[in-house]
Nanobody, 125 residues
């Protein structure tokens, strides 16, 4: 099993940037999927971005394409989400999740079997 801990959330003004990190421990392997989901108030949780533990095969949800970058830090065993040009509609609790195979890149919540507790991201002036 994989244990996940998110960090880096906070309050940022529109147009600003923020970096989230997900520290992973436990049984990791190259073909597992690491992903970020988010849940805004009153909305369902949605897939934001995904990457294989090997660092290859990136995928982004349309609304964040070009603004968010997901990456793997091999030295720190973390998966990071660099967010730029933030908008009020990006406000949500952001969750890190892992799936035991590359099928996680489809972005289906049901494929993920390990979750962090989430970190709040608020975009407001």
């Amino acid at each position: 099993q994989v244990q996940l801990v998110e960090s880096g959330g906070g309050l940022v003004q529109p147009g600003g940037s923020l970096r989230l990190s997900c520290a992973a421990s436990g049984r990791t392997f190259n073909t597992m999927t690491m992903a970020w989901f988010r849940q805004a108030p009153g909305k369902e949780r949605e897939f934001v971005a995904g990457i294989l533990w090997s660092g290859s095969s990136l995928y982004y949800e349309d609304s964040v394409e070009g603004r968010f970058t997901i990456s793997k830090d091999n030295a720190m065993n973390t998966v990071n989400l660099q967010m730029a040009a933030l908008k009020p509609e990006d406000t949500a609790i952001y969750y890190c999740a892992s799936a035991p195979g590359p099928w996680g890149l489809r972005g289906s919540e049901a494929d993920f079997n390990a979750w962090g507790k989430g970190t709040q991201v608020t975009i407001s002036s």
